[in-house]
C-alpha cells in the first residue's frame, strides 16, 4: 500500500466520521439542552434509554440499517446502500446518544449560570446563550468523543459501506482487510497512524475551543 493510498483512505475516514459527527451534533445539543433545561414526565426514563443505547454494538445499528437501505428494503430506492452517505448516517446514529448525554452532563454541570442571568434580567434565549458558552469545552470534548468513537468503528463501515477501493474503503476496513489477509505489520502501521490522527485532530480541536 502506497503513502499516496494511506493519505486518501485516511482523509476519507476523516471527511466522512467528520460529517457523522457534525449531523449528530446538531441533533444532540439542542436535545440536550431540552433534557438540561426542562423538566418533565418521562426524563429520567430518556435519559437511561439513551445511555442503554451508547452500549448499543454497532453491528447492531449496521444489520438494522442494512435491512432499510438494501435494494429490497424499504429505502433501498433511495440507492444510498455501499455508499459514504450511508455509513455518514450509521455513525450519527451511532454517536447521537453518545454525544447528547455528554453534553446533557457539560450543561447541567453549569445550570446555575441560567438561574444567576435570569436573575440578573436576562431572557431565556440569552441565559440559554450564556450558559452555551460556559459549556463550550464540554460541548466540543463531547462532539470530540463522538468523533473518536465515530473514526474508530468497524461494524457499521464495514456493513452499510462494503470497504469499496477508493469509494468506502476508511481506516478500520482497511485494517481488517490487511489482517484477513495476514498482514499483521501493516495493520499495525495502519492502527498507529489512525491513534495518531485521532489524537492529533483531539489536539487541535481542544486547543482551538480552549483560545
Not at 12 to 21: E, K, V
Amino acid at each position: 500500500m502506497t503513502p499516496l493510498e494511506i493519505a486518501e483512505i485516511s482523509l476519507r475516514s476523516i471527511a466522512i466520521s467528520g460529517t457523522a459527527s457534525a449531523i449528530a451534533a446538531m441533533i444532540s445539543l439542542p436535545l440536550s439542552f431540552f433534557l438540561c433545561l426542562k423538566d418533565f414526565r418521562g426524563k429520567n426514563l430518556v435519559l437511561e434509554i439513551l445511555n442503554s443505547m451508547i452500549s448499543l454494538p454497532t453491528v447492531v445499528i449496521g444489520l438494522i440499517l442494512y435491512y432499510l437501505l438494501t435494494r429490497t428494503g424499504p429505502l433501498g430506492f433511495l440507492g444510498l446502500m455501499y455508499t459514504p452517505m450511508a455509513m455518514v448516517i450509521g455513525q450519527a446514529i451511532l454517536i447521537t446518544p453518545l454525544m447528547t448525554i455528554f453534553m446533557e452532563r457539560a450543561l447541567d454541570s453549569r445550570k446555575e449560570v441560567v438561574e444567576v442571568a435570569i436573575s440578573l434580567g436576562a431572557s431565556d434565549s440569552q441565559a440559554a446563550q450564556r450558559l452555551f458558552l460556559d459549556s463550550l469545552p464540554g460541548i466540543v470534548s463531547s462532539v470530540l468523543v463522538g468523533f473518536n468513537r465515530a473514526v474508530g468503528e468497524l461494524g457499521v463501515a464495514l456493513m452499510l459501506g462494503g470497504n469499496i477501493k477508493g469509494f468506502t474503503r476508511v481506516m478500520t476496513t482497511v485494517i481488517a482487510l490487511e489482517v484477513s489477509k495476514g498482514e499483521f505489520e501493516l495493520a499495525i502501521s495502519l492502527g498507529i497512524i489512525l491513534v495518531c490522527i485521532s489524537l492529533l485532530l483531539t489536539s487541535i480541536v481542544s486547543r482551538m475551543a480552549r483560545a
